[in-house]
């Protein structure tokens, strides 16, 4: 299937552009004679060549799926990455530093944007207003502003937006999706979600941008938005108020010694959190050959003073369906995984993944249904290789393959869902700043809705 060149894949890829456009008229490439038709690949530009746009977005999509797609440009702020992300994707295409010549000069079908998270919503909106359809990666953007611009644009184009939440993809996620859909716990009234980053992924974030919170977000927004993502659509249902609370207490300023980065660090041989990335090629190559450029550093000291993100979070969440959600997330764990439970009508459906640990991993995860009265079930969903779970792969086969494929799950997601997940950690933040609970229909003209609009 990978490699099929069949006509039906290659109707359905003339199609998308205006099925995904919404606007049901024949697109340019569909009133191609049969011959034109065989040999049309989507034409892709990437901006943001980083570790994400040159491997899962880059190398990936043109090894699994070239004979569909071409990359026509890649861009990058850094001169120097976008060239070497162009021999490591092993791209045929010309490269830039300025998006907007890109656009000019390759006139794309869709763009890709993996660039720093503040920063998606210039190509979001450059994209669509070009007349690309749009993929992003998650999250969108990182403010409510930037998040109303984005539904404007896409609104005025008629073109469309990917957001990618490969978490959705997990067969361990899909399978507690079908176990809530199927009504085995009844109805779901309230939910406790609590997710753990450990001290070298955890850790991570605090090295790079994602400490920033103009570039970030914060981890509310940065990552939390992949967690109230699977939280909305678990519970098919739209976040309606929030309340959080957060501190940093652990990273940043938090320790008595500080330096810029890892490498030349005089600290290294007492700091526990000491990162030799000059062990790493691939890391070296991307991304410290060329940090002469922007001075970038990946292996960032992540005692910076600086640093001015949440490192403990908590969430409370009213659904506008009345569940009721605690939500945590912690980053120096020693361990990595989450914890989650719905409480339902008729029982209780709970789960405890582990991603990573120091002790040896059973080859599957665990799911456990208890009806009330009744019995209990474990249910065993075993791993699958890949990205994020599996996730990523399962994501892009339905992004680039098969787009018309039916979605039993609804794992597509656009950009009602892509705005609810980064609205919910925007109002967590804001209520944080404020000690105030947050309405999410105070911050963008999205009013949610008991039953998630599909
Ligand atoms: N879905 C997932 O599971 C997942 C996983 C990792 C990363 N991501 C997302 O992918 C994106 C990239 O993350 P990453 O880890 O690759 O980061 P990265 O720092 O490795 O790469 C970001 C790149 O964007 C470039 N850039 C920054 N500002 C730019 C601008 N104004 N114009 C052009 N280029 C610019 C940087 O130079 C860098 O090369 C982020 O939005 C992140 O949230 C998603």
């Known amino acids: 299937m990978k490699d099929s060149k069949d006509m039906n894949r290659r109707d359905f890829l003339i ?7 919404g606007l049901g008229l024949a697109s340019p490439a569909a ?3 049969l011959e034109e038709k065989t040999k049309a690949k989507k034409r892709i530009v990437l901006v943001g060549t980083g570790i994400r746009g040159t491997d899962m977005w880059g190398r ?19 001169s120097g990455r976008v060239q070497y992300a162009k021999e490591y994707i092993g791209a045929n295409c010309p490269t830039f530093t300025n998006f907007d010549k890109m656009l000019q000069e390759t006139k794309p079908d869709t763009v890709i944007v993996t660039t720093v998270d503040a920063t998606h919503n210039e190509f979001i909106i450059k994209g669509l207003e070009s007349g690309c359809d749009v993929i992003t990666e998650k999250p969108m953007t990182t403010d409510e502003a930037k998040c109303q611009a984005i539904l404007d644009a896409e609104r005025k184009s ?8 490969n978490y959705r993809y997990s067969p361990h996620r899909q399978k507690l999706k079908e176990i809530l859909m199927q009504k085995r716990i009844g109805e779901v009234t309230s939910c406790d979600f609590h997710w753990y980053l450990d001290t ?6 605090f090295r790079r941008w994602h400490g920033q919170r103009e570039k970030s977000g914060t981890l509310l927004v940065h990552k939390a938005s992949h967690h109230f993502d699977l939280l909305n659509w678990w519970l098919e249902s739209e976040p309606q108020e929030v309340f959080g609370y957060g501190a940093l207490e652990f990273y940043g300023k938090n320790n008595e010694f500080r330096s810029e980065k890892c490498r030349g660090c005089e600290y290294k041989s007492k700091c526990k959190f000491f990162f030799d990335m000059t062990k790493d090629k691939r890391l070296m190559n991307l991304y410290a050959d060329n940090e ?7 292996d960032g000291c992540l005692w910076r003073n600086s640093i001015n993100i949440f490192d403990k979070m908590a969430v409370q969440i009213k659904y506008a369906n009345n569940v009721q959600v605690s939500y945590s997330l912690t980053t120096y764990s020693p361990y990595e995984g989450y914890r989650i439970a719905f409480n339902g009508t008729k029982g209780r459906l709970e789960a405890w993944i582990q991603e990573r640990q120091p002790w040896p991993m059973e080859d599957y995860d665990q799911i456990r249904v208890t009806e009330n009265f009744g019995k209990t079930e474990l249910i065993n ?13 399962r994501m892009k086969d339905k992004i680039f393959k098969n787009p018309e494929a039916e979605d039993a799950y609804g794992q597509a997601a656009g950009t009602r869902d892509g705005a609810m997940a980064i609205l919910l950690g925007i109002a967590a933040r804001n209520s944080i700043d404020t000690g105030k609970p947050v309405k999410i229909a105070d911050l963008t003209d999205l009013k949610p809705q008991p039953k998630r609009p599909v």
């Open 15 to 21: 199609k998308t552009g205006t099925a995904a456009a």
């Open 200 to 205: 070298s992924h955890g850790a991570d974030y």
């Open 381 to 393: 969903v075993p791993h699958s290789g890949g990205g994020h779970g599996g996730g990523d792969t």
């Open 60 to 78: 990936d999509v043109l090894k699994n799926y070239g004979d569909v797609v071409e990359f026509v440009g890649l861009c990058d702020i850094n």
């Open 31 to 33: 009133s191609l004679g």
């Open 292 to 298: 002469k450029y922007d001075n970038y550093f990946r």
């Open 158 to 165: 008629g073109k469309k937006i990917i957001v990618t939440f």
